[in-house]
């Protein structure tokens, strides 16, 4: 993220980088304590607390449109309790938006059953409690989505669950399907920068 966040930063914006487990539900609860953290810091870092993107790549992006769909899992941190997780919009770059739609190859599936706590059948709530499609409702916040139709990684259908469902409930969405673009290749800021500036001043306006 260092790439895009210098990019950010010359045109006006304050970036923040957050780390995460990858383990359920320490997934969801990483992200939404990195936005309650950057609110609860607002002043110290002159951000706006009501004007919070959140930018995300694979795993980021299912992470960064989760935080535009639902409000905070956990409140048990008293410190941020005050404080919400969800942002204003959302840039997705290729995430998974929906865990229960099988993965292109048998060593993803293994992998969700080893972080999720079993397969689908074992553990259906940990399967929808990382899936961003299943939250979302008329209250989501306007969200930029980009995808590369060549995506072995993650299919083009993880994005088309995700912008039908947005799309139903009436919300917002900015869908960039790219021919021939890889699931590596969207994440390259010369690719997906001139969408993500073009979105984020129509939502955030840093000149205001």
Not at 27 to 46: C, E, H, K, P, S
Not at 78 to 88: I, W
Not at 184 to 190: E, G, I, L, R
């Amino acid at each position: 993220m260092t790439a895009p966040a210098k990019e950010l930063a010359q045109a006006g914006y304050m970036a923040f980088t957050a780390d995460y487990r990858t383990d359920w539900p320490e997934f969801i609860d990483d992200a939404q304590l990195a936005v309650r953290w950057v609110r609860a810091n607002a002043d110290t870092y002159g951000v706006d607390p009501e004007r919070i993107c959140a930018y995300g790549w694979s795993a980021g992006g299912q992470l960064a449109a989760m935080l535009a769909v639902r409000d905070t899992r956990d409140d048990g941190d008293l410190a941020l309790a005050d404080y919400s997780s969800r942002v204003a919009c959302a840039v997705d770059l290729a995430g998974i938006t929906d865990a229960a739609l099988p993965g292109p190859f048998p060593v993803d599936d293994m992998w969700e059953a080893e972080h999720l706590g079993g397969t689908l059948q074992e553990a259906p709530e940990a399967y929808r409690d990382v899936s961003p499609a299943e939250f979302v409702d008329e209250k989501s916040a306007p969200m930029l989505v980009i995808q590369g139709s060549a995506d072995t990684t993650n299919p083009v259908e993880q994005s088309r669950r995700l912008v039908t469902a947005l799309q139903d409930a009436g919300v917002e969405v900015i869908y960039a399907e790219l021919a021939d673009e890889s699931h590596f290749s969207v994440s390259d800021w010369p690719l997906n920068g001139p969408y993500t500036l073009a979105f984020l001043e129509r939502h955030l306006h840093p000149d205001r």
